[in-house]
């Protein structure tokens, strides 16, 4: 399918409009009488604004995304221990986030890195959470995996490494839990839908979409966000749309103005990464600020956006 697909024209009558998402119908197609075009439907037709015009608001542990309010997500990249998730989670706490993130399990480049605490992890971020009231969000690598974590998470992040990943899309579309999808680092927006698609037809209606950077041909920042990619994302579906700045750059002194940017474009929120010592981090220490620096961003936010009630 190409991208065109992602701008279905409007019907057009009697005049051939070759290659704009619109295909013949009627007569014509049999090949004698009046040409009618027909428009074609996106081919992610549940998460389509088409569809579904107005905005979906999905529910975490209590908190909405989609509402307008911007819903901004911090902790660590990978929960190292019980002491470091209950303090983070403090801290974020007390700066107005709405909820609590923590790797347990963690897709790393190399095997050689670390891979996260699994289980122990799960269990001390579930705690931080609820000592917090912070709802907790974390990625899930495998289908085996998803009722566990479901036990413990109330928003299932599938990571850009797995946005392709079919047979863990089809387990977590039968999952109670809402769903992060984050973009895979290649995948186009229309794959990107399509992802979402294989939750929404499976039978899950909770789905949140989360840019992260894409890979492109500049190195300088770790990856490339596509902030046009979010306001068209809004445009063409009606799932919340995060941005996820600590990705999207890779580098801290980003953080702040990329996220005041997506708060800007109309993002429905922020997954940030924040570590109570970055330069101690096990994982993406260069990316994640300190919870000062969390707090001075929290309050700009809150001065530009989340007070002017955007
Ligand atoms: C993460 O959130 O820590 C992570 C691994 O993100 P991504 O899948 O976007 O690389
Ligand atoms: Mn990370």
Redesign the pocket.
């Known amino acids: 399918m190409s991208s065109r697909a992602l701008h279905p024209e409007v019907v057009t009558a009697g005049r051939v409009a070759r290659g704009r998402g619109v295909r013949r119908a009627g007569p014509a197609a049999a090949g004698g009488g009046p040409v009618v075009l027909v428009k074609q439907a996106p081919p992610f037709r549940m998460a389509s604004r088409e569809a579904h015009p107005e905005d979906s608001i999905v529910a975490a542990g209590g908190v909405e995304i989609g509402t307008g309010r911007l819903v901004v997500m911090a902790g660590p990249?990978?929960v190292e221990s019980r002491q470091q998730i209950r303090e983070t989670a403090r801290r974020v706490k007390a700066s107005g986030a709405d909820m609590l993130?923590g790797?347990a399990y963690?897709?790393r480049t190399s095997p050689y890195d670390f891979q996260g605490l699994g289980r122990k992890a799960l269990a001390w971020l579930a705690e931080a959470g609820r000592e917090s009231g912070l709802p907790v969000v974390t990625?899930v690598l495998s289908p085996e995996d998803v009722e566990l974590v479901a036990e413990h998470a109330d928003l299932l992040?599938v990571?850009?490494?797995?946005m392709q990943n079919y047979a863990l899309l089809r387990r977590l579309a039968t999952a109670t839990k809402p769903v992060l999808l984050?973009r895979g680092?290649s995948a186009t927006i229309q794959e990107w839908l399509l992802a979402a698609e294989y939750l929404l037809s499976g039978g899950n209606p909770q789905v949140v979409l989360?840019e992260?950077?894409i890979r492109t041909f500049e190195t300088a920042t770790r990856n490339t966000l596509d902030l046009a990619g979010v306001a068209l994302a809004k445009q063409l579906t009606h799932l919340p749309v995060i941005v996820?700045p600590?990705?999207a750059t890779g580098k801290r002194a980003l953080v702040a103005p990329v996220s005041r940017a997506a708060a800007a474009i109309g993002a429905d929120g922020l997954?940030i990464?924040v570590h109570p010592c970055p330069g101690r981090a096990l994982?993406?220490g260069e990316q994640s600020l300190d919870p000062g620096e969390f707090a001075e961003l929290m309050a700009t936010l809150r001065e530009r956006t989340i007070g002017a009630g955007v």
Not at 159 to 162: F, I, L, T, W
């Open positions: 990249c990978s993130r790797g963690k897709p990625e992040q990571g850009a490494r797995n984050k680092p989360c992260r950077g996820d600590s990705h997954l990464e994982s993406d």
